[in-house]
């Protein structure tokens, strides 16, 4: 194993970062970039700590900070959110912070420090021993910290290289993105990959249709990263159909996206979404393209993985990126051959009910299927909010026919038609006590459902 990981870029006039995509004309530069690099540097240096707390908002400033923090040895401890409570909470496990309002040193911007490409990859080389600390989403309860070495996301973009090769061949791609980098998807596919590649990283994260429409008006191939929460939102037909010569990848992760999501898009744009499954502890496992609205594809395996089961049908994983020998995962799976696989569901999302097994995501699915339902999340309430008793409930985000349905008929009669509806399969016990409605689903910013933000909704 070499002990650096060299960033090789051919030319310091080449554009690396995009305020946004109609603005290349002031897009930051090879060479700007690592005149700020090298002052960032300088201020890091003084930092006495070895944990630093990082969080920044624009994807240039972060990956500047990064950059600085891992050549100096720090250990980067990646903020999952901006947020007081949770910047109050992520910094007992750092010594110093570098937040949204961290001012970059000044540099001059007509600086020609850098004059050659080997001179520009010894200042961006990263010691591969390096560590960076993530937070997971919470969605199967409190977030826990995963620390990962630098070398294990280099060998996960490696394998992404050789997987996706046929990107290579989109020498300007802009690099757009819906998730932030504070993830190890959104790290890994927002900025990690996009500097190894050489593409143009766009600064801001996307929020707003303007700014998907945006992408459409210029004439770069544009890669976007994004997560089922978004994409189930982008269902507008003139929308999608405007972006096949713009569009050369569509990620998702954080999630299963909705097959009919996916086929919807493919049908559209021309374009498959390709999914990504993994988690913050296994960096990327798999990846598939949904095109139809009847056939749900296997996963199919990235390079260099060994795929197992344990007893219980959980996935055992063996990967070029993982230290341990054989990772447990509570992901239950069947297998179809040596590298494809179908996901089955979560070990710990089958819960017992009134002594009775009851799968949640079957649950989900059912409800999900109805016409006037857009999405369900199901979950067990506690006693202290259940009630007294554990009890199962369901969080709903309608469609415009269902909100008007609620309109008309009222909460009760559509909780009864959906209960209904689930007693075709499940026993009267097992059927939702507790019901809300919203107008979207609380989603975080990787696009999980925190199960925490789920039972607040049952409190008032």
Not at 145 to 160: F, H, N, R
Not at 354 to 376: G, H, Y
Request: hydrophobic letters at 45%; glycine letters at 4%.
């Amino acid at each position: 194993m070499t002990e650096h990981w060299h960033f090789r870029w051919p030319s310091k006039a080449q554009a690396l970062f995009a305020s946004t995509a109609s603005e290349a004309a002031s897009a930051i530069t090879v060479g700007y970039w690592l005149e700020q690099l090298a002052a960032c540097r300088d201020v890091v240096s003084n930092m006495a700590g070895s944990r630093v707390l990082l969080y920044l908002d624009d994807s240039a400033e972060f990956s500047l900070w990064l950059f600085a923090l891992l050549q100096a040895g720090k250990t980067v401890v990646l903020a999952p959110n901006g947020l007081p409570e949770t910047l109050a909470q992520a910094v007992l496990h750092a010594d110093e912070q570098l937040l949204a309002d961290t001012a970059l040193p000044a540099v001059n911007q007509d600086a020609n420090s850098f004059a050659n490409p080997d001179e520009i990859t010894a200042h961006t080389s990263l010691p591969l021993q390096a560590e960076l600390v993530f937070f997971t989403s919470g969605s199967s309860g409190q977030p826990k910290l995963v620390s990962k070495s630098l070398w294990q996301l280099q060998t996960e973009i490696q394998v992404l290289q050789q997987t996706f090769d046929c990107l290579a061949a989109h020498a300007s791609m802009l690099v757009a993105s819906t998730v932030p980098h504070q993830h190890i998807y959104g790290l890994l596919f927002r900025v990690l990959w996009p500097l190894a590649a050489g593409w143009t990283l766009q600064r801001p994260t996307i929020h707003f249709a303007e700014q998907w429409l945006a992408l459409a008006q210029q004439p770069q191939p544009v890669m976007l990263i994004s997560s089922p929460a978004h994409l189930s939102r982008y269902d507008d037909v003139s929308m999608v159909q405007q972006f096949p010569a713009q569009f050369a990848a569509v990620f998702s992760s954080g999630g299963p996206l909705a097959t009919a999501d996916a086929a919807r898009f493919y049908q559209q744009s021309g374009l498959a979404i390709t999914e990504i499954y993994g988690s913050t502890e296994t960096g990327g496992i798999g990846y598939r393209q949904t095109q139809t609205f009847e056939t749900v594809p296997a996963w199919q395996a990235f390079a260099g993985m060994q795929l197992a089961q344990d007893e219980q049908g959980c996935l055992l994983l063996r990967s070029p990126y993982l230290v341990e020998e054989w990772f447990a995962t509570t992901d239950l799976v069947r297998l179809h051959a040596a590298d494809q696989f179908s996901l089955e569901g979560r070990v710990d999302r089958i819960v017992k009910l009134a002594e009775k097994r009851l799968s949640l995501a079957d649950v989900e699915n059912l409800c999900s299927s109805l016409s006037f339902v857009r999405q369900a999340a199901a979950l067990i309430l506690p006693v202290s909010v259940g009630h007294g008793r554990e009890q199962l409930a369901l969080v709903v985000e309608l469609t415009e026919a269902g909100q008007q349905l609620l309109a008309i008929s009222g909460k009760h009669a559509l909780n009864q038609q959906i209960k209904q509806a689930l007693a075709s399969r499940f026993e009267t016990v097992l059927l939702p006590r507790r019901f809300r409605y919203v107008q979207s689903m609380p989603f975080n910013a990787q696009g999980k459902l925190p199960r925490q933000q789920l039972e607040l909704l049952f409190l008032s």
